[in-house]
């Protein structure tokens, strides 16, 4: 059992939920953007949450399949297609010998997870089969997808149970303007009142400036006390950076370990699954929680794929 690029669209890499343990060391933890709908593509073709799926960014690959398989496809809707048939997001769907899958074009999200029942046979590096492309570690020779590469299972022919009862609603839907929930800090105390107070206040663009490592916006300038400069410490998913220009950067999977900006506030892991959905131009708000609130608020998100399993496996 097998899967041939045709095509690999814009950016199509194989991610699972991360390398971790390793950030001492320089090397980034990588892993889906969107976490939730790469744990939700996976239950939902029979996997274990943490299996490798495709991460396909704007623009879908074009994929054939040797033999008879089934996906699920969740995040972004990149209009999806089996020999030219549109076929539904957050279903786990058959796909028979020799079908190919392919994207019209986004619909609504930046990122679609693409998980294969059975497991892709990637072979894991440090814990993980995330690619970090700039060090050509992981995924599939440490890189891209390209035109021919050939992607086998590690379990051909895997079919969950219950197939047919196997979907659910579409999770990410598409706003005039987005709310990320944050935690002020670390580095709040760099900023003037009116500074924070212009970072809940305003709207930001998404720029042209976003990949996998950060998210550059734009908008109502942010005001240190003093500089955006600060002695390089570690950098969490989701930490937005505030250097002297007063514009904030969003990091993301394949952010640098550590960094000299200052961090205004962090956004809370429950709001990953709209972070890594946003793209160039849209509007980003920000939402002052709780540590306390932030950490029910990713409990809650575990419960609720616990829940999903124990609906769909039994």
């Not at 996906?71 to 279903?91: F, H, K, Q, S």
């Not at 074009?105 to 059975?118: K, S, Y």
């Not at 995924?139 to 196997?166: H, I, M, N, S």
């Amino acid at each position: 059992m097998s899967i041939t690029v045709l095509h690999p669209g814009m950016l199509t890499t194989i991610q699972d939920q991360g390398r971790t343990g390793y950030q001492q060391f320089g090397v980034p933890v990588s892993g889906a953007v969107d976490p939730r709908s790469a744990a939700v593509a996976n239950i939902l073709a029979g996997n274990e949450e943490g299996e490798a799926v495709l991460e396909c960014t704007v623009m879908g690959p074009q994929l054939r399949f040797s033999e008879p398989a089934v996906i699920a496809i969740t995040g972004a809707d990149l209009g999806p297609t089996l020999d030219g048939v549109p076929m539904d997001n957050y279903r786990a769907v058959r796909v028979g010998a020799g079908q190919v899958l392919r994207f019209t074009g986004p619909r609504c999200g930046c990122r679609a997870f693409i998980a294969v029942a059975g497991g892709l046979d990637i072979p894991e590096v440090m814990g993980s089969r995330s690619t970090y492309m700039k060090a050509k570690i992981g995924g599939f020779k440490g890189r891209k997808l390209e035109k021919e590469d050939v992607l086998d299972l590690r379990a051909p022919g895997t079919e969950p149970k219950a197939l047919e009862a196997r979907s659910i609603a579409p999770e990410f839907h598409a706003r005039t303007e987005y709310t990320l929930r944050v935690v002020l800090g670390p580095q709040d105390d760099a900023f003037t009142a009116a500074g924070i107070e212009t970072f809940f206040s305003g709207v930001y663009v998404v720029t042209a400036e976003f990949d996998r490592m950060g998210c550059r916006l734009e908008g109502p300038e942010i005001a240190h006390a003093t500089s955006g400069d600060i002695i390089s410490d570690g950098i969490a998913f989701g930490a937005i950076q505030v250097p002297s220009s007063g514009q904030p950067i969003v990091m993301l999977s394949d952010r640098q370990t550590t960094g000299g900006y200052t961090k205004i506030a962090n956004v809370i892991s429950a709001d990953f699954r709209i972070l890594g959905q946003l793209k160039s131009g849209d509007k980003v708000r920000f939402e002052k929680v709780s540590l306390p609130s932030a950490q029910e608020a990713l409990l809650a998100q575990r419960a609720s794929l616990r829940l999903l399993r124990h609906v769909l496996d039994g």
